[in-house]
């Protein structure tokens, strides 16, 4: 699996579809600096509502899905840079981040798999909700 991919995945509040205050001007910032691929899903991740925003986790069986979409990034390097701020990931300080941005084999709607950057918490906080059907939905 390659480390350089230009591809990203994304299921909560940098989708193109998401209402949210939290991440207007990020999911801005991405359309801008991406090409949507549109509908994509990641399998054995499992999905959690941590409030007003999700987080996946690796691990799960075969069809444990995460959906979400793909988008091919224009500028890889500056934009994972603004996203791992974004996302709370501290370059060198895995202690002190939230999330890991890790390459995993997407599904494209159309069936394609490509290798894209997602980003997955390094573990599911212990009162947090699964969400069953992988599908983040704003409250």
Known sequence: MMTDTRY??????LMSGAQTALGRAQRLRLARESDSLGPASIAQARLYDLGCYPGAVDGGGEDDLVHGEAVLLSTPEPTLAW???YEGVVPGNDEASEYDRTVRAVRLAGGEAIDAWVYLLRAAPPLARRIDSGRWMPH
């Open 83 to 85: 996203l791992d701020a």
């Open 8 to 13: 990203l995945f994304v299921y909560g509040t």
